[in-house]
Each structure stands twice: as C-alpha cells, then as structure tokens.
C-alpha cells in the first residue's frame, strides 16, 4: 500500500497550489482520505478529510478544497489564497474508518509529504 503525495512548492501569499496523492495497492475507494500538514516546529494537525464529502479544519475552510477521484485512486488539495502559515510539509493518509477524524492516529496508511512554502 502507497500513497504520494505531490505538488508542493513554492508560493507568494494570495496564491494557490494543488497537491495530489496518489494512492496504490488497495482500493481507496471507500475510505476517508485525510490531509494534514506539519508546521515547522509544531504537531502534526488536520487540514480536512473527504469520504462522500468534505470536512475541513477552521483554518482553511473557504479557502481549501478537497476532491477525489476514485476511478483513478486519486485525492487532491486545492489551496486557494495561501497564507504564510500555510508553511508546512503535507500528508495525505488513508483510514478505513467510516467517519473523517481529525487525529492522525485514526489513519492506517501514509504516505511522505510534500513541503509547501508560502513566503509573504
């Protein structure tokens, strides 16, 4: 089981980026899929899961959008009007639990992030 996340980068504030995690080995297709990201310095923290539909932290809700594509095995960020501390390394992490939990111990699988920086 894989999951990759992509498409970090390097951002001015008000822009945007869009990650992907591509996930392999099992069907995802059922599953909650989570982002979370670590600040430098701090803790792992939630940034929103999707299953049937989308829970977002408070943080980023109205400006990130979380969609999937279960044909492809895919899920993907969209992170409009980036603030610098957006700065973080993101994850994409898969659960087999029927309700999107915002701690990471209810994840089964992750895959190694993606470092987005957001400079002001």
């Known amino acids: 089981v894989q999951l990759q996340a992509s498409g970090g980068g390097s951002v001015q504030a008000g822009g945007s980026l869009r990650l992907s995690c591509a996930a392999s080995?099992?069907?995802?297709?059922?599953?909650?899929m989570g982002w979370f990201r670590q600040p430098p310095g701090k803790e792992r923290e939630f940034v929103g899961g999707?299953?049937?539909?989308?829970y977002y932290a408070d943080s980023v809700k109205g400006r990130f959008t979380i969609s999937r594509d279960n044909a492809e095995n895919m899920v993907y960020l969209q992170m409009n009007s980036l603030k610098p501390e957006d700065t973080a390394v993101y994850y994409c992490a898969a659960s087999s639990r029927s309700t999107i939990f915002s701690t990471p111990k209810n994840y089964d699988y992750w895959g190694p992030g993606t470092l987005v920086t957001v400079s002001s």
């Open positions: 999707i299953r049937w539909s989308a």
């Open positions: 080995g099992r069907t995802f297709s059922s599953d909650v």
